[in-house]
């Protein structure tokens, strides 16, 4: 069973960084794709961003140039470097993964089938 294990929330104030990690105890060049979501109070949970195994990133709206996903197949890690944040970045941030046989990089909730615990962030004015 993959197990992913995110880390490095925190709270820091507008226009602040933070960099997330998610650990998996599987391969991540097994996964077909790997991805951040969020969700914020009263929200519904929303793609941040997710990389293929082939190295393609796809960003949602809200990542657009103030994120960088990025993975460590070495060291089966996944990365999230958060630049700029705004208030509205507040929310639990989840790592997730597919074993997918996806040959695009999805941003859809439904395409992943593994799930970490979440890492809050919170971002003051």
């Known amino acids: 069973q993959v197990r992913l294990m995110e880390s490095g929330g925190g709270s820091v104030e507008t226009g602040g960084s933070l960099r997330l990690v998610c650990e998996a105890s599987?391969?991540?060049?097994?996964?077909?794709?790997m991805g951040w979501f969020r969700q914020s109070v009263g929200n519904e949970r929303e793609a941040v961003a997710c990389?293929?195994?082939?190295?393609?990133?796809l960003y949602g709206t809200s990542a657009e140039g103030r994120f960088t996903i990025s993975k460590d197949n070495t060291n089966n890690r996944l990365y999230l470097q958060m630049d700029r944040l705004r208030p509205e970045d507040t929310a639990v941030y989840y790592c997730?993964?597919?074993?997918?046989?996806?040959?695009?990089?999805?941003?859809?909730?439904?395409?992943?089938?593994?799930w970490g615990q979440g890492t809050q962030v919170t971002v003051s004015q």
């Open positions: 990389i293929h195994r082939d190295g393609r990133p």
């Open positions: 997730a993964a597919s074993t997918k046989r996806l040959l695009w990089t999805s941003l859809l909730e439904k395409d992943y089938n593994n």
């Open positions: 599987g391969s991540t060049s097994s996964f077909y794709t």
